[in-house]
């Protein structure tokens, strides 16, 4: 009985282990996410809660959910400004081709075809236009009169694997001894948007260029480049012949 006695006195004299658990964002969140109702169980910590505001100091978590929400509705709206100024930007590009589509197939003879692509070039604020033929693919030698459209393929190599190695549409600035291969008579030069033509590329070069270095930056849209470039080798055809 005292020995029973004993062994009852010194299991509840026995002090229990706690584990001290450091708290860090994961456990936080962990708990929350697990405990919904957490908030609504000690509203009173919403309202007293600040969150550090680098030009207030601290606002109370209601005010940075509301600030937060704005900040989203902005970027929306920015967003949603910027989506409608591209429709508007495409619809426009797109009258401006059917427009250019109605012209250049009225054209009979190669040089009122490309004299048509350079108005068109101006009436949009251009510098200029240019078609170059790869002579490697086009019947452009003496007696043909469009000589001056010929362009060396292989001597156009040095763009192509600089600027067009991986597709078809460069826009941007070129360096003053690609466009003196290009332009052996020229005004300043700033950006330029340059096509090759043909489904592979190996056709030519359309080239329209711009005094201002800005207005030609890559990742802008090129699909109006691409139906140029594919169209004109179709009415190209109607005056020179390929090469077999």
């Known amino acids: 009985m005292v020995a029973k006695t004993t062994r009852s006195y010194k299991t509840k004299n026995i002090k ?6 450091k708290l860090n964002d994961e456990i936080v969140s962990q708990y929350l996410n697990d ?48 989506l409608m100024e591209y429709a508007r930007s495409n619809e426009l590009l797109f009258n401006q081709f059917m427009d250019l589509q109605s012209q250049i197939f ?29 002579d490697d693919k086009w019947l452009i030698n003496a007696p043909s009169k469009y000589q001056h459209f010929a362009l060396n393929s292989s001597g156009f190599n040095f763009i192509r694997v600089r600027h067009l ?11 003053t001894t690609e466009l003196d291969f290009l332009l052996s008579e020229r005004n300043y030069i700033g950006s330029v ?16 260029t711009s005094s201002d ?5 890559e990742k802008q849209g090129t699909l109006l480049l691409e139906k140029m470039s594919q169209l004109l080798p179709i009415l190209i055809e109607k005056w020179v012949m390929r090469k077999k």
């Open 16 to 21: 229990p282990t706690i584990r001290k658990i």
């Open 35 to 82: 405990n919904p109702d957490f908030f609504i169980r000690n509203a009173s910590l919403i309202e007293n809660m600040r969150i550090p505001h680098p030009i207030r100091g601290g606002i109370s978590l209601p005010e940075w959910q509301m600030a937060r929400q704005r900040n989203k509705i902005s970027h929306l709206e920015a967003e949603i400004t910027l």
């Open 106 to 134: 009225k054209a009979d003879d190669l040089d009122v075809l490309v004299q048509i692509i350079k108005n068109w070039a101006k009436s949009l604020g251009l510098n200029g236009a240019y078609l170059y033929l790869f």
């Open 165 to 175: 190695q991986y597709s078809n549409q460069y826009l941007g600035q070129l360096n």
């Open 193 to 208: 948007a340059l096509s090759l033509l043909g489904q592979f590329g190996d056709l030519g070069l359309l080239m329209f």
């Open 213 to 217: 270095p800005h207005h030609y930056q």
